[in-house]
């Protein structure tokens, strides 16, 4: 009998174990992590439709973005309080696609001499990119070469670097039907100057014309408001440059006050140390620009809002060497 007893105890005993067993490899160790997933993917993006009015296209923007014209076809994306990190939008000819590669290195290169092509994960099918490390910084150049082609140009940091934030907006980009060239041929004209080696676009209605050796002017009426470019030349002495800024603001001055700012805005002459004060009839700036192409940029306005337009064409100069 006491036999018969532990025979069927130890048959329980099996059976329970079985059992245990059995509960435990059948449970559901995967559907947490399926629901944080799900989850993930019902989280709403909170994107705002924004419409270029220098290019044709749309982009959904992250809060905190704004979509600001740089220059003639070419626009950029900024944070409101993170200036340092930003996208700029260039829209190309279709035809393009075929020396994008070329683009691309040759942009990155001037940039920094030690660019390396970007082996990442970008959302186009496809597109080339280069990245360059410059000190704290990376700007990332990509070609996307697909139906419509374009450069994103990603200035970032390398501690904090918000590549993917940007490229989470650039996939939104949606090209309109109207070709660049339709929409910007009656924005400006290239003004190529015979007297030093540069070229830039200039807004329509304002003229431009060299005035003096190593002096071109861009105007709407030389003696209202006027830009005077002036290239600096290689291995030029930076601080005879900065006095001689100073000096000419200062005796232009209504009152001998002069002001010196760091400009943080735009591309090429974000940096740049910036001389400026009240004269007479408006105001007078005058900016030393240390990025490539260096120069020196005098600008005279009777109007606050005849800045915008000659710091826009200012950003197009490019040395033609």
Same mark, same amino acid.
């Given at each position: 009998?006491?036999?018969?007893?532990?025979?069927?105890?130890?048959?329980?005993?099996?059976?329970?174990?079985?059992?245990?067993?059995?509960?435990?490899?059948?449970?559901?160790?995967?559907?947490?992590?399926?629901?944080?997933?799900?989850?993930?993917?019902?989280?709403?993006?909170?994107?705002?439709?924004?419409?270029?009015? *220098? @290019? %044709? $296209?749309?982009?959904?923007? &992250?809060?905190?973005?704004?979509? #600001? !014209?740089? +220059? /003639?076809?070419? =626009?950029?994306?900024?944070?409101?309080?993170?200036?340092?990190?930003?996208?700029?939008?260039?829209?190309?000819?279709?035809?393009?696609?075929?020396?994008?590669?070329?683009?691309?290195?040759?942009?990155?290169?001037?940039?920094?001499?030690?660019?390396?092509?970007?082996?990442?994960?970008?959302?186009?099918?496809?597109?080339?990119?280069?990245?360059?490390?410059?000190?704290?910084?990376?700007?990332?150049?990509?070609?996307?070469?697909?139906?419509?082609?374009?450069?994103?140009?990603?200035?970032?940091?390398?501690?904090?670097?918000?590549?993917?934030?940007?490229?989470?907006?650039?996939?939104?980009?949606?090209?309109?039907?109207?070709?660049?060239?339709?929409?910007?041929?009656?924005?400006?004209?290239?003004?190529?100057?015979? *007297? @030093? %080696? $540069?070229?830039?676009?200039? &807004?329509?209605?304002?003229?431009? #014309? !060299?005035? +003096? /050796?190593?002096? =071109?002017?861009?105007?709407?009426?030389?003696?209202?408001?006027?830009?005077?470019?002036?290239?600096?030349?290689?291995?030029?002495?930076?601080?005879?440059?900065?006095?001689?800024?100073?000096?000419?603001?200062?005796?232009?001055?209504?009152?001998?006050?002069?002001?010196?700012?760091?400009?943080?805005?735009?591309?090429?002459?974000?940096?740049?140390?910036?001389?400026?004060?009240?004269?007479?009839?408006?105001?007078?700036?005058?900016?030393?620009?240390?990025?490539?192409?260096?120069?020196?940029?005098?600008?005279?306005?009777?109007?606050?809002?005849?800045?915008?337009?000659?710091?826009?064409?200012?950003?197009?100069?490019?040395?033609?060497?």
């Amino acid at each position: 009998m006491k036999q018969q007893s532990k025979l069927w105890m130890s048959i329980v005993a099996a059976v329970a174990l079985l059992s245990a067993c059995s509960e435990q490899t059948t449970a559901p160790v995967e559907q947490p992590i399926a629901n944080k997933e799900q989850t993930k993917e019902q989280t709403p993006v909170d994107f705002t439709l924004v419409e270029s009015t *220098n @290019q %044709p $296209f749309s982009i959904s923007l &992250l809060p905190k973005f704004s979509l #600001e !014209a740089e +220059e /003639p076809r070419k =626009d950029v994306v900024m944070h409101e309080s993170e200036q340092e990190q930003w996208m700029r939008i260039e829209l190309l000819p279709k035809d393009a696609s075929n020396e994008m590669e070329t683009y691309a290195k040759e942009r990155a290169t001037a940039i920094s001499e030690q660019a390396i092509l970007f082996e990442g994960t970008l959302p186009f099918e496809n597109a080339i990119a280069y990245e360059a490390h410059v000190d704290d910084s990376v700007v990332y150049v990509i070609g996307v070469t697909e139906d419509a082609p374009m450069f994103l140009t990603v200035f970032t940091k390398k501690e904090e670097n918000w590549l993917d934030t940007f490229m989470t907006m650039a996939k939104t980009i949606e090209r309109k039907k109207t070709e660049t060239n339709e929409q910007t041929k009656e924005q400006f004209f290239t003004y190529k100057s015979s *007297n @030093q %080696p $540069f070229q830039a676009n200039i &807004l329509n209605g304002y003229m431009a #014309e !060299a005035i +003096e /050796p190593g002096k =071109d002017m861009i105007f709407l009426d030389e003696e209202k408001a006027s830009l005077t470019v002036e290239l600096i030349d290689e291995g030029a002495d930076w601080s005879l440059v900065a006095e001689q800024a100073e000096q000419y603001v200062k005796a232009s001055s209504k009152d001998g006050h002069v002001e010196k700012i760091t400009w943080t805005k735009g591309a090429h002459l974000n940096g740049s140390d910036v001389y400026k004060s009240a004269i007479e009839d408006g105001e007078v700036y005058v900016f030393v620009v240390k990025n490539e192409p260096a120069m020196r940029l005098t600008i005279f306005i009777q109007q606050p809002n005849e800045l915008d337009a000659f710091l826009q064409m200012a950003e197009t100069i490019e040395r033609i060497d």
